[in-house]
């Protein structure tokens, strides 16, 4: 079975930075793209960041020039560095492939506010 564990979420000022990590299990994600995903409270989840397999990258508009998305295929790992964090990018963080194939883990919550 699939898995998804996010961590690396918490409370941050404006401004501030945070590194979230997903690992996957039960499967090898290396020829997968992957994606990390947001729900902000009384919102719809949205993606926020893909990486393909061979690393190249889109971002949404909203965190372009402000987040890096980033894997390490020998760890089944996927990363999101966000920086100049803004209130509107509180919201439960999620990855998963970048068409959502697999069932969502628990996700990172995260905060940002003064």
């Known amino acids: 079975q699939v898995q998804f564990v996010e961590s690396g979420g918490g409370l941050v000022q404006p401004g501030g930075s945070l590194r979230l990590s997903c690992v996957g299990s039960?499967?090898?994600?290396?020829?997968?793209?992957m994606g990390w995903y947001r729900q902000a409270p009384g919102k719809e989840r949205e993606p926020v960041a893909i990486?393909?397999?061979?690393?190249?990258?889109n971002y949404s508009n909203s965190v372009k020039g402000r987040f890096t998305i980033s894997r390490d295929n020998a760890k089944n790992t996927v990363y999101l560095q966000m920086n100049s964090l803004k209130a509107m990018d509180t919201a439960v963080y999620y990855c998963?492939?970048?068409?959502?194939?697999?069932?969502w883990g628990q996700g990172t919550q995260v905060t940002v506010s003064s």
């Open positions: 990486v393909t397999s061979s690393g190249r990258t």
């Open positions: 039960g499967g090898i994600f290396s020829n997968y793209a």
């Open positions: 998963n492939t970048a068409d959502s194939r697999f069932y």
